[in-house]
Structures are given as structure tokens and as C-alpha cells.
């Protein structure tokens, strides 16, 4: 039995983001598992536009980057032998990959995080600590944007795969 069957990758369809897709993707390829891709429409962000026509237009966007984020998840994952399921949902992000990760069963969320601290955080908030947080299982945790040191099992692991490219990232959270 592999320790990981279902990685749960929210993204954004970013280029930074795709560094979460690639490190959950190779997680996957290593433990056999499936990959779920989540998009999440922040539907609370646009919630206060009133305008009925100006919502209908700005719906058919966010669907539209959806609806390309989740398929670069699919993209990225040929060749690899790692299943990919997308799904697109709408709500709160941090609530909805909470419950996604629980409803499909997850049993690890791979998700970026831009490492802002301090003012930043406290201003913008932080989807990844609202799920770290709240989240039923591990969360891994892949620090986008600028390089940072790897640790040293980064090290070992990017040996291993004669990856020198391996993310840098944190895990919380208690496999059991």
C-alpha cells in the first residue's frame, strides 16, 4: 500500500503555480497515486459587482481560466502514467480545497504558496495557511516566486531523479 493514492493540487493555472503541478505530478509518478486538480472560482471576490450583465461577462472568464488551469494539469501529466481527475468549483478557496480534499478522499494536498510574512500575510490572508490549518490530511506546501535553498532531503531527492530543479516547500500536517 503506497503511502500517497490521491494528491489533491489546487492551481491557478499561474506560471509560478506550476511548480506545485510538477512536484505534486512527480509525488504521484513516485507512489502510484492519482492526481485531482482543483480550480476554485472565488466567486466571494466578485460577489459585490451588483451588476447582473457585468457578472455574466466576468463568469465566463474565470470558467475560461478554469477551464485552462485544470487542462495544463492534464498537459503536464502526459507521459508520466499519473491518472489526473479536474474538477471546478466555486466558493471560498481555503473552504473549498478543505472539502474537496475530504469528500474525494485525499490523502495529501500539494499546494504553492507565495512565503509572505508579516504585513502581507496579515493584509492578504493566506489560502495555504487557511488549509493548512483546517485541512483533514498533510499538506505540502511549495514555496513559489523567488528561489530559496533546498533542504536537505530537496537535495536528496533532486540526486535521486537528477532533478536540480526540485522545488523547495514545507509539509504540515500528520500522515497517520
Do not use: F
Request: aromatic letters at 2%; one cysteine or more.
Amino acid at each position: 500500500m503506497a503511502l500517497y493514492d490521491r494528491i489533491l493540487v489546487p492551481t491557478d493555472g499561474s506560471p509560478k503555480g506550476r511548480r506545485a503541478v510538477e512536484h505534486a505530478l512527480a509525488l504521484a509518478a513516485v507512489h502510484g497515486a492519482d492526481v485531482h486538480a482543483l480550480y476554485v472560482v472565488d466567486t466571494a471576490s466578485y460577489a459585490g459587482t451588483g451588476m447582473e450583465a457585468t457578472w455574466t461577462g466576468i463568469d465566463d472568464l474565470l470558467r475560461e481560466d478554469a477551464d485552462e488551469a485544470v487542462a495544463q494539469v492534464e498537459t503536464l501529466a502526459e507521459g508520466t502514467g499519473v491518472d489526473v481527475e479536474t474538477t471546478v468549483v466555486e466558493g471560498s478557496p481555503g473552504r473549498e480545497i478543505v472539502r474537496y480534499a475530504a469528500d474525494a478522499r485525499c490523502d495529501l494536498i500539494v499546494m504553492g504558496t507565495h512565503g509572505r510574512g508579516g504585513i502581507d500575510r496579515l493584509l492578504l490572508g493566506s489560502v495555504a495557511e487557511r488549509v493548512v490549518r483546517r485541512s483533514p490530511v498533510p499538506v505540502l506546501t511549495v514555496r513559489l516566486g523567488e528561489e530559496t535553498e533546498a533542504t536537505g532531503t530537496e537535495r536528496v531527492e533532486a540526486a535521486e531523479t537528477g532533478n536540480d530543479d526540485a522545488p523547495t516547500g514545507t509539509v504540515a500536517g500528520d500522515p497517520e
